[in-house]
């Protein structure tokens, strides 16, 4: 898939046809999210994003079920899909600081990273170290003799 560089990010040319990605892509909402904005977004009957008008790919998703979350949505220079992080809960966050993480993770994805691997380590390495502590205090010591 060719696509076309905009500040570093590589963004594709086109979507897949029958994709939701692209249905709420083509028909996007635009604005400068702020908090009212988001206490003023109501729930439609299928999933809906709001995106912001200043850093792309940085956008709030609206539930059916009215769960607000914000979202980052960005493609890699060395990969061919899209990823979309959540970033979090809209009512526990404020616009201003999904802002800055979402302009942290603009700059990480032009620099040629990827915040999604970060992301991965991160887990794993906290399931490693909850196996770890696991073993030690609840399973038997075996003596290889």
């Not at 060719?2 to 939701?20: D, E, I």
């Amino acid at each position: 898939m060719v696509g076309n560089n905009q500040n570093g990010v590589f963004l594709p040319l086109r979507y897949p046809k029958k994709s939701l990605l692209m249905k709420t892509l083509m028909k996007p909402q635009r604005g400068i999210l702020t908090d009212a904005i988001v206490r003023s977004t109501l729930p439609q009957q299928r999933e809906i994003h709001v995106w912001d008008r200043q850093i792309p790919g940085f956008g709030l998703r609206v539930r059916p079920n009215g769960y607000l979350s914000w979202v980052f949505i960005y493609r890699p220079w060395n990969r061919a899909r899209i990823r979309k992080l959540t970033l979090g809960p809209a009512e526990a966050t404020l616009a201003a600081e999904a802002r800055k993480w979402a302009r942290e993770l603009f700059a990480e994805v032009a620099a040629g990273k990827d915040p999604a691997d970060r992301k991965r380590a991160y887990r794993s390495g906290n399931l490693l170290s909850a196996y770890e502590a696991f073993k030690t205090e609840h399973l038997p010591k075996v003596s290889v003799e």
